[in-house]
Structures are given as C-alpha cells and as structure tokens.
C-alpha cells in the first residue's frame, strides 16, 4: 500500500481508536482488490465513509456513484439501477444509463443493501456473476467493470435465516466484510472527530466564529452514549455553531442545550437553581428564592399535572437534572464524602462513582473524597 492511499483513507476516517485503526488498515487491504465489500454497523456511524475511502484508495479511474435502497420505491429501483431503453414503460422517452453503468471503471455504493427487495436481490446476484448489465426493456448485455461496497444497519444473517435475504447473495456480497463500531465503542475519537467536524463547519460558513469546547464539554461528550452515532455528533456541532458560535461551550451547554435542544437563554446559568426554579413554579412555591421544601418535596404523582402548565417536557433530561441536582446536594451536605452521600441517596458507594463520571460531577473541581 503506498504512502498517498495511506494519506487518503486517514483524511476520510477519523480517528486513532484501537477498532478504528483496525478498520483503517482493513480498508487499505481491501481497497485495491476488486472484490464485493460488505460494510455492516449501525445507523449514523459512517458505513458511508467507508466506502469513500474504499474507492479513494482502490485507484479506480471512474466515478462513485452511491445509491440508498431504502430511498427509492421497489417500483422504480431497477430501471434506477440497471437503465432502461426508449419505450421501455409509459415515459421512457429516451434510452438512460442506469447506476451499475454510470459506476463503470468507478464503485457503486448500494446503502441499505437489506431493504432490496428479493425481487431486484435475484437480477443484482446475475450482475455480480455475469458481470454483464441489461437495461429495462432491452436484450444486450452491457460489460462493468466496478467495484461492488454493500451497506446496512440490518442483520443480514438473520434475514438470511428467516427468508427476506437471498443466502447466495449474502455469501456473494460477503466476501471482503467490514464493520463499523458505533460511536460508543470508540469514544476516544469523539475529540478528533469533533475538531474536523467545527473545521468543515466553519470552513462551509467562514461568517461564524466556531464555538469553543471547554474541557467539561468534552467530559459531557464522553459520558454521552451517542445512540445517532457520528450523525449524532454532527447534529450536535451544527446546534453549537448556531446557539455558541464564538463563545465557550461547557459541559452544562452541552447537557441542556446540545443534546436535548433548549435554548441557552431558558434556564439559568446554576444548573441546581434552575432545576429548582422550576420544580417551584409547577408546584406552586412561592418567591424566587429557592425552596426550603420544610414540607415534603414533589412526589413522583405531583407530574401528573405538568401538562396543565407546559406542552411538553425533555423527560430524559430532566430525570438526569433532578439526578445532578440530588447527587450534588448529597455531596454538599456530606462534606464531600462520597460514602456519606451515597448513604443518604440509598444507593452503593460504587454506584455512586459511577452516576458521578457518566455525569460529569466533579465535587468543586478537587476531586472526590472517599
């Protein structure tokens, strides 16, 4: 593999994780051979990438050209990806190329390869092994020379197993397999995948200053579980530009006006105070001072009447709220001891720790004592 391949695949994927590096010298081997690549991993994580690269170190003189299956309706996919000639069905005024040919000498990407439907599974595995193309509508077989990249976040194998895959096709595609890990599985990139992310941002919007991560922020990226994967993250960057562009985004930005989207100028700066604050407005305490609660706090059947006074409400967000808030009154009242705390929470010393790392709870910026 030479040194200009080697550039290409690291400028696509990002990252220097142990399973992201194991993909990036997967994808280097690969790349030149002209075999059928099987791209598997979850929605939002980069199976896209993936095949970009492929394709950039593969040395191909054409075109990749990609196609989401799970985008165009089973009616029309295969005049899209095989062609059709003039008359071939009611509009078909003139002979047009379909994406196997428009890929000739290039990669074609067919994401979401599980949603084909067996129809269309059974002409795509003659195409593989004939290597010949025949338009909608037509009776000559056209030559390809390209390299198949499949994609999906489905489990083939089990389709296989109970019919909706065809298994000859399956063991056609699967010959150079290649997976993709979410992002949780490889947090230790989150960092340099952010950076790439603001510098693309920024250079598409040079108008907007990009916003500044503080090191709390990244503390609250890395104990998120980033369920949308990489699309998750981009999301995440594209609401930092418009909500903090040119300010400094901290971990508390990024728990309450980030990943569950709220404006910043909505809640206070204290997270406590404004977690409080509105506790007291739904039930009814008076002042603006923080309750004293010298009667019983808010029981869980009080909710009952929050849809009374609000539309809506970010329950995941605001369960880890109250969450922070307790965790950080215990340790107060505690003196810092962890054990202390964790007693009057009724929860496990370990447990604690742990609720305290995925939060980001720091006990004034010294540390935890035990």
């Not at 150079?176 to 989150?190: G, H, N, Y």
């Not at 100028?265 to 007291?280: C, G, K, Q, S, V």
Request: net charge negative.
């Amino acid at each position: 593999m030479n040194h200009a391949s080697r550039t290409a695949t690291s400028k696509i994927i990002i990252g220097h994780a142990a399973s992201t590096l194991e993909m990036k010298r997967l994808i280097e081997t690969v790349a030149p051979s002209a075999g059928p690549v099987l791209v598997t991993g979850p929605t939002g994580a980069g199976k896209e990438l993936v095949a970009q690269a492929l394709h950039e170190d593969s040395g191909r003189s054409g075109e990749l050209v990609a196609v989401n299956c799970a985008a165009i309706p089973a009616e029309l996919m295969e005049s899209e990806l095989f062609g059709y000639e003039k008359g071939a069905f009611t509009g078909a005024d003139k002979r047009r190329a379909g994406r196997f040919e428009q890929s000739d000498k290039g990669t074609l990407f067919l994401d979401e390869i599980g949603d084909m439907p067996p129809s269309l599974q059974t002409k795509l595995l003659r195409v593989l092994e004939a290597h010949t193309v025949r338009r909608v509508g037509g009776s000559a077989e056209i030559p390809l020379d390209l390299r198949l990249v499949c994609a999906t976040h489905k489990d083939v194998r089990e389709m296989v197993e109970n019919g909706s895959f065809r298994a000859d096709l399956y063991y056609r595609l699967n010959v150079f397999p290649i997976d993709v890990p979410p992002l949780a599985e490889r947090t230790d990139d989150i960092e340099a995948i952010l950076k790439s992310l603001v510098a693309k941002h920024h250079k598409r919007s040079p108008s907007i200053k990009p916003p500044l991560f503080a090191d709390s922020a990244y503390k609250a990226l890395l104990a998120y579980d980033w369920p949308g994967n990489v699309r998750e993250l981009r999301n995440v960057i594209d609401r930092a530009f418009v909500l903090f562009g040119g300010c400094e985004v901290t971990g508390q930005h990024v728990r309450e006006n980030l990943l569950s989207l709220r404006l910043p100028n909505e809640i206070n700066p204290i997270e406590r105070d404004a977690l409080w604050e509105a506790t007291a407005d739904l039930f009814g305490n008076p002042g603006p001072e923080l309750p004293s609660y010298s009667s019983e706090p808010p029981k869980p059947e009080d909710y009952k009447s929050w849809f009374s006074h609000h539309d809506q409400i970010d329950l995941r967000g605001h369960l880890r709220d109250i969450e922070v808030v307790l965790i950080e009154a215990a340790l107060g009242v505690s003196d810092g001891m962890v054990s202390h705390a964790a007693d009057k929470l009724s929860i496990g010393r370990t447990t604690l720790i742990e609720k305290m790392k995925k939060l980001v709870i720091d006990k004034n910026g010294d540390g935890m004592s035990t």
